[in-house]
Structure formats: C-alpha cells, structure tokens
C-alpha cells in the first residue's frame, strides 16, 4: 500500500507538471535566443500587448510569445536595431477583433538596451532596465521599476507608475493617471487631463495641465505648473515653487528656504506656514480679500487688498509671493 501511495503521487507530480508546462506553453510559446551584441536596441511593435522587460545578466536577449510566424515578424531595423512586430490583418473587420481580443503576452529577458514599444493598447512592466525607454499607444497601464534614463511616455489614457527612476521624465496624453516615487528625475508632464501624485522625488518639474488633480510631497528641486481648473496641493516640498493657476483650489505646507511664487485667478488660496518664522510676504489681490496670522493685518484699497512685510520670529530665507485677481489668499 505504501509503494501504490509513492506511485500514486508520483504519477500525480508528473500530471501537474506536464499541465503547467503546457499551460506556459499557450502564453508564452516557445523561447527565442539572440545575441544581445548583435543588437544596439529594441522596437516592439503591436496592438493588443501585455508586456515585462526586465535586465537580465549574460549576453543573451530572451523573447517569449513571439514565435508564431504567423503573427509574429522578428528581423533587423536600419542596422543593429531588432524590430519585432505583429502582423496586422488586411482585413478590417479582423484587425478590429484583433484590437479587442486578449492580449498579448510577451516576457523578454536581456542586458540593458534602449527600447521602443508602440500599440493601441499596453501593459507593461519594466524593471532594472538602465537604457532609454520610449512608449507610444492609445490606452495602456505602464509601471517602471529601477530604471534608469530617458523615460518618454506618449498615452492618450491609461495609468503610469513610476518608482526609483533615475533619468529625465517626458509624458504627454489626454487622460492620465500618474504615480511618482522615489525618484531622481527631471520631468515633463503635459497632460489634458491629469491626476499627478509625486513623493520623495528630487529634480526640476514642469507641469502643464488643463484640468488637474496634483499633490505633490516631500519634493526637492523646482517646479513650475500651469493649470487652468481643479486642485493642488504642495506640502512640505524643498525648492522654489512657481504656479500659473486660473480657477484652482490651492494648498501649500511650507519647509524652510521654500520660495512660493503664485498667480491665480479665482479659486482660493491656502498656505501654511508649519511653524516656519520670519517669512518674507508680498501678497495682492484686486478683488479677494488677504487672510494673515497674528496680528498682522493687509492693506484695503477699495476692492484690492495687499500686503508686504514679514512674518514674526527669526528671519528665514522663506519667501511667499502670491498675486490673484479674485481668489482670497489665506496664511495660517
């Protein structure tokens, strides 16, 4: 009974790992191998992708789910560039189906090269990577991990998320959903409609926005932001901080040797000082009212109201300069 048991399980081993090979088999398919000297980068062309790319030692490039000649074209692009590319139908009702069918699953495993992707519609995992990376698809769901240079990301909708980056950022798109952290980085955000959260992020930022929900935290470095509607908030970022704001609610957390540069429309604007002393203020507005700690007061001129002067305790090299046609300006 015992020898029937061991058979049993034996048996029962080989069954399981026979299923899970031949269901690895339908995702991935069979393993390509080249040579990763013979190549100087990676184009990936497809609709319907879901991808990881990850830096693996050796010298060898690894490429699963692209062995289907049927669908699958691999080859060299103006010299050492390796292009794979799907095969698209001719016929339009079939490349339609194409487009919403599942997608394609793709692992590649190789030495940092600088890679292209293109689609109609992505996921991707990148991790390790130290090359430039460049994307270009309609939808898609993007997450780079430890990577290191250019990051240029092309995206009509989708969601990106972005940790321990060291390089600069370009992003651009229509409606983005967009997580930053950890990273040293300059960045490029122009985005119709954006929903931005950075944290722990060093570099020089330029954002421009439509329609925006931005939080940013625990920064260094400078940002310059343009949005015409919606919400910011900054709290506790090191740096210099510029803003053109047209109707935006705004809130501030100040660190000290911050330098906060604010021009608004309408909306409202809230800053706090957290603690920080001898504040430098240069503040105006033509129909809002100017809201001050302490006993400092703002000076009334029909409807404009204004302030200069500084905040009381040790002087700082903190400076708040906000000037708003119609927001009320609030310093607490």
């Known amino acids: 009974m015992k020898y029937l048991s061991m058979i049993r399980n034996f048996f029962s081993y080989l069954i399981f790992a026979a299923l899970s090979f031949f269901s690895s088999s339908q995702v991935f398919g069979q393993v390509i191998e080249l040579s990763a000297q013979d190549y100087s980068a990676l184009i990936l062309k497809g609709q319907n992708l879901d991808i990881k790319i990850s830096e693996a030692p050796g010298t ?12 699958w074209m691999l080859k060299n692009s103006n010299g050492k560039r390796l292009l794979i590319e799907e095969i698209l139908k001719e016929n339009k009702k079939d490349l339609m189906s194409d487009l919403n069918s599942q997608k394609q699953k793709i692992l590649i495993q190789m030495p940092s090269l600088p890679v292209q992707v293109s689609g109609y519609k992505v996921d991707l995992l990148v991790e390790n990577l130290k090359k430039d990376f460049k994307v270009t698809s309609a939808f898609g769901v993007l997450k780079f991990i430890k990577t290191i240079g250019e990051l240029q990301v092309s995206l009509v909708n989708g969601d990106i998320a972005v940790e321990t980056h060291t390089g600069k950022m370009i992003f651009d798109g229509e409606q983005l959903k967009l997580n930053v952290q950890n990273s040293l980085s300059d960045g490029e955000f122009k985005v ?40 910011l908030g900054a709290f506790t970022n090191q740096g210099r901080f510029e803003a053109s704001l047209d ?31 001898g504040i430098w203020l240069n503040l105006k507005s033509d129909e809002g009212d100017i809201y001050l700690p302490g006993a400092l007061k703002s000076y009334k001129n029909k409807q404009e109201s204004s302030f200069k002067g500084r905040t009381p305790g040790d002087k700082t090299l903190t400076r708040i300069e906000v000037k708003s046609i119609n927001a009320p300006i609030v310093i607490k």
């Open 247 to 277: 109707d935006v609610n705004t809130q501030v957390r100040l660190s000290k040797e911050n330098e906060l540069i604010l021009k608004a429309k309408t909306g409202r604007i809230f800053v706090n000082t957290n603690n920080v002393s």
């Open 60 to 71: 060898s490039i690894k490429i699963m789910g692209v062995s289907d000649k049927n669908h």
């Open 192 to 231: 119709q409609n954006l929903k931005l959260s950075m944290d722990k992020t060093q570099g020089n930022q330029q954002i421009f926005a439509y329609n925006g929900q931005v939080n940013l935290n625990q920064n260094s470095g400078s940002f310059f932001l343009e949005m015409s509607k919606g919400t």
